[in-house]
């Protein structure tokens, strides 16, 4: 039956827009793509069927993270390329599938029905749609792409005149004063990216967790002060440092506090001005810019730009197109862009893999000779052979990939099963955490699952033989610990401020201790179930109130920016019974929410639960919601069914969220090989209109 309707569909519009709102009614588009495709045909009755699914498509992987359909790899793979889970329960009667409705169709089908010069045009214009080497965007996001390509191109093309205006012996000294004299036969790929990125005006800096991507741009900041300071009556630069969350811009601010006071400066009034010079302070990336609420616009824009010199973005892999457009456009002009981040990471939730497509062929290198001269002389780096090529091309000299890891060792198995899993190495991947040894009793985690249905393993990275010998009982593996240290070193009705801020760190570093991981938010396996069956759990053994939604003991985190409160998306908080005196001298105790402050002071902020909007339950958390989070045990609850979302860039996500310790949980043995078999795949075009502005074959259109 399914191949007349597909035929059906295929020849009538008005069939079309049927199947796609049972496509809606089963979950595999959402209402709003539907929404678009009826609009379409209202504005243009004659739009051919395969248009307005292109439009629907096109929209549907918007909502997917993706930047735009690419039509090929839809005919060749569409379950794949749309991220469409698997047929459903057995009896179940789902509407045809894409693969069925397109299997008759060719790539020069699709596109010749595309010809619409009121819907679809090649480039510039005012179609809603934009058809771009074979990828079908929505016009905002083909927009998106060109300018974020034509910016960095514009950086890229000044490297020349950069480096030629540089000292190469002062460059040399200040990167000695810097990282000491070279002693190292290896090349110190640190003191490779300070050099280069001082270079140019626009620089990435990607490396894997431990690599020292922070120590690096500290660095870095130091030595382009150090260049500019020398020069005669020369003002600081103006330097910002911003980050995608409030979570990641408090770590980023803490870590660059102490790389600041660790920096090897001369002790001089020169050395202090450096370091006088260096930002002491991280905001949000939409701080940064001056959102405006209930608007995609914010304060700094191409016409009122930012007032600064050098921007340092951490955390870039969670930056979305459209966030990245509105970061080139605030720019100055001759400002410096640097981006900081790990390439294998998840890309953002929203549209686009923006350092994803940058680092591209950042593992091999592509450096040119010119490059690796020019480096030589000015640090004492080589690079080596294998990295070298004579047809590097223009952006390959702007990025740099730390590849010495100073937290995961080559013994470390948390680091082993990292780099097995990036490498799509499915059975070195099951090969480490099965030889890891089984964790026998993982209770605190209060899962409740079937005993025989979960197969709990557990990673200690061994960085040192403390840490490799450490007892079982040391490992923190659940709620239970930071709840049971809530109530042991509660300091009592009349303690006073400090008292409770020292008890308030003190959970909160407890609760940061442990964290459990879901790749899904809904089904069995997800957060929002979990939170429910683990604070049920929670109640059932006493540890937490047997009812209310506020109570003594509730983790949350934010779940949207609030710049009233000084909250950002992603900060995490322990409710407590705070102890408190009121007007008449009597004591009492109430209910407040404590965060830790997120500058790296350790102080503790209080507010009322009445006051917090944002907010949800956080015993579990989405790996998504996990980033540029770290935690000392962190375990992945992987779910029992195959899903899109699964893939190696999500495991290697969550492995890596871990210090310590990392707990692998499979309600079903193979699932984990699944994932590591399936990549993320972004639809976008990015890579190719940058390497088209750089190679001079401008796309018309999308311009700043």
């Known amino acids: 039956m399914s191949r007349p309707v597909a035929a059906a569909a295929l020849a009538s519009a008005d069939a079309l827009l049927d199947l796609l709102d049972r496509w809606v009614e089963h979950g595999w588009l959402r209402a709003l793509d539907r929404a678009l495709a009826r609009f379409l045909r209202e504005q243009v009755p004659e739009a051919a069927p395969l248009l307005l699914l292109g439009a629907a498509l096109a929209s549907h992987q918007l909502g997917r993270g993706h930047a735009c359909l690419d039509l090929e790899a839809a005919l060749d793979a569409p379950d794949r390329t749309l991220s469409l889970p698997p047929d459903g329960e057995p009896g179940e009667d789902p509407p045809v599938r894409p693969a069925a409705l397109l299997a008759p169709v060719t790539l020069q089908d699709w596109t010749a029905s595309l010809d619409h010069p009121a819907l679809v045009a090649p480039a510039a214009g005012a179609t809603p749609l934009v058809l771009d080497r074979g990828r079908l965007y929505l016009r905002r996001l083909w927009e998106c792409e060109q300018r974020i390509a034509e910016s960095v191109a514009e950086r890229v093309a000044w490297f020349s005149e950069l480096r030629s205006g540089l000292d190469p012996a002062a460059m040399r000294t200040w990167l000695d004063h810097l990282f000491g004299a070279r002693t190292e036969r290896e090349i110190d790929w640190q003191r490779a990216a300070c050099a280069l ?204 990939m730390l590849r010495r890891s100073y937290r995961f060792g080559e013994s470390s198995a948390i680091g082993r099963l990292a780099r097995s899993v990036n490498a799509g190495d499915a059975e070195a991947a099951r090969a480490i955490v099965s030889g890891s040894g089984a964790l026998p009793d993982l209770a605190a985690v209060s899962l409740n699952g079937p005993e025989d249905a979960v197969f709990e393993r557990y990673v200690l990275h061994g960085r040192d033989d403390a840490a490799r010998d450490r007892r079982r009982d040391d490992l923190p593996t659940g709620q239970a610990h930071y709840l049971r240290l809530m109530r042991s070193l509660d300091p009592g009705d009349d303690a006073v401020p400090d008292a409770t801020n020292r008890w308030a760190g003190q959970v909160l570093d407890a609760h940061s201790g442990f964290q459990l991981l879901s790749a899904v938010r809904r089904g069995p396996w997800g957060v929002e179930t979990l939170n429910r069956r683990i604070e049920a759990a929670l109640r059932s053994e006493g540890l937490i109130p047997s009812s209310g939604i506020w109570y003594a003991g509730r983790p949350v985190i934010v779940t949207a920016n609030d710049y009233g409160l000084g909250l950002m998306n992603g900060d995490i908080g322990v409710t407590l019974a705070r102890p408190m005196a009121e007007a008449d001298g009597r004591r009492v105790r109430a209910l407040r929410v404590a965060f830790p402050a997120g500058d790296g002071s350790g102080r503790v902020r209080w507010f009322v639960p009445s006051r917090l909007v944002n907010v949800e339950t956080v015993y579990a958390m989405t790996v998504h919601k996990a980033q540029g989070s770290e935690f000392d045990h962190a375990a992945l609850l992987l779910p029992e069914r195959e899903n899109p979302v699964l893939t190696r860039e999500l495991l290697y996500t969550a492995i890596t969220r871990a210090r310590c310790w990392f707990t692998l949980i499979e309600p079903r043995a193979g699932v984990l090989e699944q994932a590591v078999r399936r990549r993320v795949l972004r639809g976008t075009g990015l890579g190719d209109a940058l390497r088209g502005r750089m190679s001079g074959q401008h796309i018309s259109g999308g311009g700043r």
Request: charged residues 20%; aromatic residues 2%.
């Open 197 to 400: 990125a001082a270079a140019g005006a626009f620089g990435v800096i990607t490396g894997g967790p431990g690599t020292g991507k922070t120590t690096t741009v500290v660095r870095l900041l130091a030595l382009l002060q150090a260049l500019q300071l020398e020069r005669a009556s020369a003002l600081p630069l103006r330097i910002r440092m911003a980050a995608p969350t409030g979570k990641a811009a408090a770590r980023l601010n803490a870590s660059v506090a102490g790389a600041v006071h660790a920096l090897s400066l001369p002790d001089d009034e020169c050395g202090a001005r450096i370091r006088a010079a260096i930002p002491a302070e991280v905001s949000t990336v939409h701080r940064l810019l001056g959102s405006r609420p209930g608007s995609r616009r914010y304060r700094h824009h191409a016409g009122n730009p930012l007032p600064l010199d050098v921007l340092v973005v951490d955390e870039a892999s969670m930056i979305d197109m459209e966030l990245m457009t509105s970061v080139v456009q605030a720019l100055p002009t001759a400002a410096r862009l640097i981006l900081l981040g790990d390439k294998d990471q998840l890309a953002s939730v929203e549209a686009g893999a923006v350092l994803g497509e940058i680092c591209a062929r950042a593992g091999a290198g592509h450096y040119s000779p010119a490059t690796s001269r020019w480096l030589e002389a000015v640090s004492g780096e080589r690079i080596p052979d294998r990295l070298r090529n004579p047809a590097g091309g223009p952006l390959d000299q702007h990025v740099v």
